[in-house]
């Protein structure tokens, strides 16, 4: 068998997301790891994206603990990722921690969690993070 590099490893793993195989995503992360190949931002968001879609959120938690152990950025993107699967996992406080604590949120991530709040009974936040964030734009621009 050829091996794998992170463009082929990418690849597969997004094939088992979109087929919602979290024990293949599982699997095939932990074999990525062990042929010392490192997944980057956009494998995490996949992964991280998969486990908002089925609700595993052991996994998820998994993932966020290996991307603060492995010094990746949270960027928007992973950042909106942790936040819908944070949310969508039935965990908004968490989901809110993450929101607050970043500092480069972008529009998906201030959708994210007002979609997370909104869904949880929290409509009442929502809104106020929708005031907070029509705030933010105006002193912005």
Known sequence: MAKRDMVSW???LSVYVEM???ELVSKSF???EDTKVKPDNCTLVNILFACARTGALRQGEWIHAYIDKNGFGIDG????ALVDMYSKCGNIEKATRVFRST??????TWNSIISGRSTHGFGEQALQI???LLWCFELCC
Do not use: C, Q, V
Request: negative net charge; charged residues 30%.
């Open 10 to 12: 990418h690849a597969l």
């Open 20 to 22: 919602r195989m979290m």
């Open 30 to 32: 932990d074999e990525m």
């Open 77 to 80: 993107f992973i950042t909106t």
């Open 103 to 108: 500092s480069r949120k972008d529009i998906s």
């Open 130 to 132: 929708l005031f907070d």
